[in-house]
């Protein structure tokens, strides 16, 4: 198999893959698509609010925000956001403030509410990881495929909790350790493939030390 990427942008890429058949195509769109795990808002403990919207429209809205989201995040992760604002003013979601400095909502500009004059809002809201098979809100971006000739064109789009080529990553590493599930449950050790995996860690190692 060879993957040679032909178009990058933003949050999106395209790369054409060769000797791949079109069921593996279909494994990594559906992995890349439901069972990538990414953060997003589950619960909001609202303190003041006198805004002209309720409370469950602005927990709503949160909810939806793309959160970034970085490799091996622990399944158990909670991250804090909290906002306290008070108007006149355009609420965006660069005023919530992150627990972790490594996670933050992935589009500031995004605005939450707008407050009239002596209006609060005043919240806490708790991100948690999940995947698409729960909510919408925890898919991590697009994947379609094409035909190109003898090859097979990828389409990847993010949603911006990580980069495009991230979502395709980490949908193969998902689909290797079930792999390795299976294999241990039918009573073959995977031991070959992981001596494999350490050696090519220490050929990259290596040739990274030599650069």
Not at 106 to 127: M, S, W, Y
Not at 144 to 152: I, M, R
């Amino acid at each position: 198999m060879k993957l040679v990427l032909d178009k990058k942008h933003g949050n999106r890429i395209e790369f054409v893959a060769k000797g791949v058949h079109t069921t593996f195509a279909n494994m990594v769109r559906r992995y890349g698509m439901s069972r990538v795990p990414v953060l997003a808002i589950e619960n909001v403990t609202f303190y003041d609010n006198s805004s002209a919207f309720w409370d469950e429209y602005i927990a709503h809205r949160i909810g939806l925000m793309p959160i970034t989201t970085p490799d091996k995040t622990p399944e158990s992760a909670e991250i804090v956001f909290s906002l306290d604002a008070e108007g006149p003013k355009v609420v965006y979601a660069s005023d919530m403030v992150s627990s972790d400095k490594e996670i933050s909502v992935a589009k500031g500009t995004i605005p939450i509410v707008t407050l009239g004059q002596n209006q609060h809002l005043r919240f806490e809201a708790k991100a948690m990881l999940g995947t698409a098979k729960k909510h919408a809100k925890f898919q991590a971006g697009l994947l379609s495929y094409g035909e190109d000739g003898e090859d097979l064109k990828f389409f990847v789009e993010s949603f911006f909790q990580m980069e495009p080529a991230d979502v395709v990553l980490r949908a193969c590493d998902l689909i290797e350790a079930d792999i390795e599930s299976v294999e241990e449950a039918l009573g073959k050790k995977p031991e070959k493939k992981k001596a494999v995996k350490k050696a090519k860690k220490a050929k990259a190692s290596k040739e990274k030390k030599e650069e």
